[in-house]
């Protein structure tokens, strides 16, 4: 019962470290080419599968008990990067066109001289673009 009681502690750990450090995680999650969110949804799922499987062990038994947090973890990772990726605005793949871009804030990165351009770096759905920018 220990091991689900620490499943559901680093899940915990890694849903206050994304909320932290945000797109530092998911970008070491860039490997798996799963999009945004999944940082939130591995950790949701592991919080899951050790508190659900720690509070049903009680009454059903150490492997009913872990099964049915697998179970319950699943489905609580697949909610949470559904969620995850409506409040960001859509699929991965989607382009971002330029009326996403209006009223964003970024950080220019190099200077955008009168009548001519430059650069800004904006977090767009939950990753980090470099654009050009022109004054007007």
């Given amino acids: 019962m220990l091991i689900l009681y620490v499943l559901g502690g680093l899940g915990v750990v890694l849903l206050l470290g994304g909320l932290l450090l945000g797109d530092t995680l998911d970008s070491a999650l860039d490997a798996l080419d799963a999009g945004p969110g999944l940082t939130a949804a591995f950790g949701a799922a592991l919080t899951a599968v050790g508190f659900g499987g720690a509070v049903l062990a009680g009454p059903f038994g150490l492997l009913v008990g872990?099964?049915?947090?697998?179970?319950?973890?699943?489905?609580?990772?697949?909610?949470?990067?559904?969620?995850?990726?409506?409040a960001l605005g859509g699929p991965p793949g989607r382009v971002?066109?330029?009326?996403?871009l209006i009223g964003l804030f970024g950080t220019i990165v190099s200077?955008?001289?009168a009548g001519g351009f430059g650069a800004v770096v904006l977090t767009v759905r939950g990753s980090r673009q470099q654009v050009s920018a022109r004054c007007e």
Avoid: K
Avoid at 70 to 84: C, D, E, F, Q, R
Avoid at 96 to 100: E, H, I, R, V
């Fill in 96 to 100: 971002a066109s330029s009326s996403d």
């Fill in 111 to 113: 200077a955008v001289p």
């Fill in 66 to 86: 872990t099964l049915l947090g697998l179970g319950i973890g699943l489905g609580v990772g697949v909610a949470t990067l559904l969620v995850v990726r409506l």
